[in-house]
């Protein structure tokens, strides 16, 4: 069964600490991981989309980066304004639907 | 930045009411998706159509019903609405070359 399990739930950082954000996943032919921000009350907002191990892609203070079994967000020098839900979701071949992990909430304080 | 709207953003409304939540798109993408999201919750995928006049149940179950007459339009109807439907609603729309997936801004229902 096709699963996507995020660490942590919640994680809060001081800004300017670095961090990771962990998305494992299971999947029957992976077709692509995707990450996306979500601010509260709000639709999520796409980030990056990874298709095979090994691809990485920046944003920013983003970078995403792709194994056969997981995929990391990591945050350089956060700024309060990174603060939001995280979420990882990933798309088998032989599916159109997106499998969502339920999120990391991160707060950056000042 | 993706061009999907949804409306209205917000709707209170009474319990045994009829609702329906629009959702279009402007990127020419076949297929769409309606996910349910409760505060602080997961996505729930509710329904999604491949294209016109394609329409599936999604994951969860749900008593809303979908409609796909144009490929821009895609919305999502409660007949009769209870205090049980009250959450967020978020349509989607996926690029067919890249995979990805892009949300409108959702609707937030409260059902009294």
């Known amino acids: 069964e096709d699963q996507v399990t995020q660490s942590p739930e919640a994680l809060r950082l001081q800004e300017g600490e670095s961090s990771s954000l962990n998305c494992s996943y299971t999947v029957s032919g992976l077709r692509g991981l995707f990450w996306y921000r979500q601010d509260p009350g709000k639709g999520p907002e796409f980030l990056f989309t990874?298709?095979?191990a090994g691809e990485e892609k920046e944003k920013e203070r983003l970078k995403a980066t792709l194994t056969k079994k997981e995929s990391f967000l990591h945050i350089t020098a956060p700024k309060p304004e990174d603060s939001a839900t995280y979420l990882c979701a990933v798309q088998a071949h032989s599916s159109y639907k997106l499998i969502f992990g339920s999120g990391t909430r991160l707060l950056v304080r000042p | 930045e993706a061009d999907i709207y949804q409306t209205p953003r917000y709707l209170v409304i009474g319990t045994g009411k009829k609702i329906t939540l629009e959702c279009s798109q402007t990127m020419g993408h076949d297929k769409m998706y309606w996910y349910q999201q409760d505060p602080g919750m997961e996505l729930h995928l509710i329904h999604y159509s491949y294209g016109v006049n394609s329409t599936e149940k999604g994951d969860l179950s749900s008593e809303s019903t979908v409609s796909r007459i144009r490929t821009e339009h895609f919305p999502l109807t409660l007949e009769s609405a209870r205090p049980s439907h009250t959450s967020q609603y978020l349509c989607?729309?996926?690029?067919?070359?890249?995979?990805?997936?892009?949300f409108g801004p959702g609707t937030r229902l409260t059902v009294l």
């Open positions: 990874l298709y095979s």
């Open positions: 989607a729309s996926r690029d067919a070359v890249t995979g990805e997936q892009f």
